[in-house]
C-alpha cells in the first residue's frame, strides 16, 4: 500500500494512493501544492512543472479515471474519463474512488490542491 494523498477541487475531496516510484517519490516531496490546471480533450487537466520529474513511461493503454500520471518528463495529468490511449505515461497514483471527479473539475481550468493526508 502506497502513501495515502488528499485531492482537493472546490469543497469536493478525493482520496488518492500513491504508487511507489521515483516519479511518485518526487511529486510527494513537492506536496502540499496548489495549481491550476488546464483542460485537454474533454477527459484530462494537466499542468506543466517548471523543473522536471524522474519518469518511467509506458503505454498507457487503459487509462481510468482517477488516474495520476506524469505525460513526458514534466507535465502532471489528472484523467477523469477511462478511455484507450497509445500515448505514454508514468503513473503516479490513482483516486480511490473517483466519483464526482469530472464534476468537481468542470470544463475549464481549475485550481487543484494536493497535499498527504
Sequence with gaps: ???KMKISIGSAVFTATLNNNATAAAFKA????S???DELNGNE???YFPSTLPNNASA???IQAGDLMLY???CLVLFYESFNTS???TKIGRISN???LKAALGSGSVTVRFELE
Design 1 to 3: 500500500t502506497g502513501t
Design 30 to 33: 513537492m506536496l502540499p501544492v
Design 35 to 37: 495549481i491550476k490546471m
Design 45 to 47: 487537466k494537466f499542468y
Design 60 to 62: 498507457g493503454g487503459d
Design 72 to 74: 513526458g518528463n514534466n
Design 87 to 89: 500515448y505514454s505515461y
Design 98 to 100: 473517483p466519483s464526482g
